[in-house]
Structure formats: C-alpha cells, structure tokens
DNA sequence: AGCAGAACGGAATAAACCGTTCCGTTTGCC
DNA sequence: GGCAAACGGAACGGTTTATTCCGTTCTGCT
C-alpha cells in the first residue's frame, strides 16, 4: 500500500525555495527551535516530543545530532553564545550605566537564555568550550554590573552574583502564553531593579549574596540523589 | 471489622525506641517528610526514590497510602493547611499592615509551601476539599495584601496577584544546603518588597499583574502538550 | 530519461524506569 | 509459643525512551 507523502503543510508557502534541500534548510532551524521551545518548558522532554513539536520525523533529528546529548548541547552553547552577544551589544551603547544593566537584563530574559544554561545543566555532561563560554559570559555581565554600582546607581550591599539570582527568579515566571510571559517578567524585573536600587532610609538586606562557588553548584547534576 | 490494638501509650515521649510500634510512629514522619523534600526537588520523583530518602523499604510507604496519588494529595493538603496556619497566625499579630505582609510572605517562603501546591499540580487530580484549602487561602493572602494596599504603604500598582508572583519567584531558589536557600531567599524577598513599596519617583510598572485566572491555569497539568 | 544518493517518516527494538504487588522475615505483645 | 503488625526488597507488568533500520520520495546530475 502506498501510502502518498502529503508534504506537511506549511502555513505560509515558504517560496520559491522548493526541493529536499529548501526543506533540509527550513527543518534545520524548525528542529532547533522546536528543541528549544519545548525543552525550556520541560528539561527532561523526550527526543520525539521534539521531533514532534518541529513537525519532522525522528530520522530528520538523528540526521543532525549524533544524539540527544549532543543536541542538548548545541542548544546551550548557542545559549551561552547569545547570551554574550546581548551583553556586548549593552555593555557601552548606554550613556547611564544603570538603564545599561537593566536592559542588559532585559535582552537575556526576553531571549530566554538563562533557563536554557542552567536548567538545562545536569542533563548532559558539559563540555570545555561550554565552560569557556561560561566564563566569558560572567566577565561580561560582571563589567555591566560594576559600571553601574561604581556610579552609584545600586544600593551599597547589591553584588555582581546578584545578577544571575534575578535570572534564575524571572526565569521561573513562565505562562503557556510567550508574550505574556515576557510582559510579566518585564512588571517583576521592573520591581527588582528598583529594589537594588541605591535610595535613601534603605534597611541593609539581612543576608549576603551567593559566592561564586554557589552559583557553579548548579553546573553539577542535579540527580545527584538517587544511585 | 476487627479492632486494632491501642497501644499502651507509655508515659509522655522517648518511649521504647526499639519497638516496631515507634519505628513506626518515627516512618510516618520520615515519610512524609522524605516525600516533601524528594518532590520539593523534584516534582516527578518515583515513589522508590522517596522510600530511600527516608530510609524505608517501599512497603512502609504503601502500607500507609494505597498509592502515589494519595500521597501527593496529602502533602498538598498539609500545604495549604500550612499556608492558611502562617496566613491566620501574621493577619493581625502585626500592628503595621506593611511588615505583616512582608511577614507572612517570609512565613510562607520559609515553610516552602508555595512549591508543594504549584509545582505538584497536575501530577495528581485535584480533590474538591483542595480546591476548598487553595480558596480559603487566597482569600485569607489577599485581606493581608489588601490592608497594607489600603494603609499607602504599596505603590499605587502593586496588586494581590503579585504576592502568588512573589511566591513563585522566591521558591524557584533552590539550593543544596537548606539553611543558605532560606536566607538567600530573604535577601531577594527583602528586594522584592523594597520594590513593591510606595516611594517618590516611582515610574511606572511596565506590564499589569497577572490576572486570577491566569494564576489558576497552573492547577491544570502542564504536560498538555503531547498525545 | 534515468540513476545515485541525500533526506525523510515512522515502525521496530532493546533497555530503562516506575508504580504496585507479593513473599519471606523480624519483632513486640498476649 | 504463636499471632499479626510492620517491614525490606525482589518480582512483575506496563509504559516510556533513545536509537536503529528500512522502505519511500525527490533532487541534482549526467
């Protein structure tokens, strides 16, 4: 029996572009977003649940990816590479290096960078280019961060690795729909940024920030329970 | 129907440590107290992982609940009854209605209570005496919310949605030693409150609070995304 | 026109996991 | 001694998952 391969439909014909190779293209980038999509929204997600979400079959994954590790690990690399490009395109446009940071905070929230390195961390074994990029990465967002206490602009107990903690709490907000998400995590942000805020009559804030080794506990499989 | 033996309760605690009948009353705890942890980390933990962080063989645990569902319910119940405790116990105690709420949020953070009713929804079916406790409890953070909004001490924008927010964003601080989480915790409730309180200045929140229907879309399971 | 092979969809497979049951053993109480 | 509550953990069936495999479609090239 024959079956006839009905070509998924695709809302919007993509063009010209037609052929297997117009469409290896286009699964290309469906793949990865699909993957991206649905692994921020469960870590542990099934390699078919993406193949699913993207619209292609399994075979079109294992293609491209030797495996579901190996993918994982592209997602975060790409992650950690996004991440750096926000920070270099904030770390000097601003004049004030307070708006400079809060939008610096605000382009890696919006492109939900930080869940896809660190919620992700402990599903695969990282790799050393993951970690240079990491550290690349935290450079970056500390100099964003210093020029702004160094103004003045933050109450005198914030701290460099409080940056990474308003992440990991915007992070958690997270709406089945996207833009609603974004506009709420935009509404906390908002009230966080204003409360590291340097003013007058400020109680000191009753407990320190976490140290650097803290922050990496979370590189670490976080199975580690069980066995 | 057969009656079960009362034991002799012998006189005030530090009974016969090596009875079956205190390893008993000792497993009922470390059950449920294992179960809290286990899940707390990871909401789909197995059953035998719970078991082995209490130090049980399985059957303790299924000897006390027909199952997992079960179990799910009742810590989810112990929650909310834990929420409306810490609820009842700060909505008056306190003399200014500011540092009330602040209290009562750091109450509710610290008993971690928020994550057993949220982020344990939709891995079981709701009973109706939950959706009783989740009422009762909104209506009870929403009085304490509501006489500190009324005092002025709120910038004009706040809302009582934000405190469930609040929530959210303090139980996704999680880290491996239990005491330092709580006091990160209150360090970033202290910034978090800082930026919910009326000052001079203030712009404008950027985005409105969540509605209380999309707060109560969280109840519903969050795998609808296959099948 | 016709062929080689890239690309694909999806069934097949084998291993892992998970909730639950079952059984043999220990232990306190009469 | 003997009964039953309580327990540990192996066994079981069902489901899930990553990966492989095979037959099919279609493109680029000669």
Redesign the pocket.
Known sequence: M????E??DPAGYAGPL???????A???HAILSAARTVFLQNP??????V?TAA???????????????QLLQKLCADGLRTFIAVAEQHSDAQPDPFTALKEFVRGIVDADVHALTVKLAGTFTPTPELGELSARAGTLAQEIFDRAFEAGALRADADANDIPMIFEQLTAIRFRDEARTAALRHRYLDVLMDGLRSKQGAEALSAPPPSSEELGERWIASDAV?D
Not at 2 to 5: A, L
């Open positions: 024959s079956t006839p391969r070509p998924k037609s052929g297997r190779r117009a469409q290896a286009r699964n290309d542990h997600a099934s390699v078919a649940a193949a619209g292609v079959g399994i075979s079109a994954l294992y293609r491209r990816y030797p495996g579901k590790e069980m």
